[in-house]
C-alpha cells in the first residue's frame, strides 16, 4: 500500500517568552517591626530592610547635573529602582534611581539636579521579593532561655533529649 505524502505545515513560531517583571514591594514599620504588605503580607526581614533605609540615607552625591535636560541621559527616563519613603508626618518622598554610561544617577521626587551617586546604592537595593522575606526557619526567643531539647528521629526510631544543667548539657 503507498502512503500518500504528508500535507506541509509551517511550523508554529514560538511566543517569546514574557520579561519578567518584579512586583512593586511594600513594607511597613508596625510597632519597630517591618512587615511586607505587598506582594504579601508577611513578615519582613528587618536586617535587610534597614540596610536599603541606611544605605540611602547615608548616600552622598559625588556630583550635581543642575539642569537635567534629557533624563534618558542619566538612566532616569525609566529608572532601574524607585524607593518611596512614607512618613507618619509630611509628604512621602521618591528617589529615581538610574545607571547610564557606568555611572549611576539619583533624582529626588522627580524634580531638581540629577545627583551623581556611587554605584554601590543601586547594586546594593535588593531586587526580588525572596530578598526581603523572614528566611528564619522558626524564632526559639533567647536561646539562654532554652532548658532542654529534644531530637526525635522517626524513622530510625531514636529520641534524645539534653537537659541543661547550670553552664553545661547532660
Same mark, same amino acid.
Given at each position: 500500500?503507498?502512503? $500518500?505524502?504528508?500535507? !506541509? ?19 511597613? !514599620? ?26 540611602? +540615607?547615608?548616600?552622598?552625591?559625588? !556630583? ?11 538612566? #532616569? &527616563? ?5 524607593? +518611596? ?6 509628604? $512621602? ?5 538610574? +545607571? ?17 551617586? $556611587? $554605584?554601590?546604592? #543601586? ?21 539562654? &532561655?532554652?532548658?532542654?531539647?529534644? #531530637? ?17 548539657? &547532660?
Amino acid at each position: 500500500p503507498l502512503i $500518500p505524502p504528508r500535507p !506541509s505545515v509551517a511550523p508554529v513560531a514560538e511566543a517569546p517568552p514574557k520579561p519578567e517583571t518584579t512586583p512593586d514591594i511594600q513594607v511597613v !514599620s508596625e510597632a519597630g517591626d517591618w512587615e511586607l504588605t505587598q506582594p504579601i503580607a508577611e513578615k519582613a526581614d528587618a536586617d535587610k530592610v534597614f540596610r536599603v533605609l541606611q544605605d540611602l +540615607r547615608f548616600a552622598r552625591a559625588d !556630583s550635581f547635573v543642575d539642569e537635567p535636560a534629557k533624563l534618558a541621559d542619566y538612566g #532616569l &527616563d525609566k529608572p532601574e529602582a524607585r524607593v +518611596r519613603f512614607v512618613r507618619e508626618a509630611g509628604a $512621602p518622598v521618591e528617589v529615581a534611581l538610574g +545607571r547610564a554610561k557606568d555611572k549611576v544617577y539619583a533624582r529626588i521626587d522627580g524634580q531638581g539636579p540629577a545627583l551623581e551617586i $556611587p $554605584p554601590r546604592i #543601586l547594586d546594593t537595593v535588593p531586587r526580588t521579593l525572596f530578598d526581603y522575606r523572614f528566611k528564619r526557619v522558626f524564632e526559639v526567643g533567647n536561646a539562654a &532561655d532554652v532548658e532542654r531539647i529534644e #531530637l526525635e528521629f522517626p524513622r530510625a526510631a531514636k529520641t534524645y533529649a539534653f537537659l541543661r544543667n547550670g553552664e553545661k548539657w &547532660d
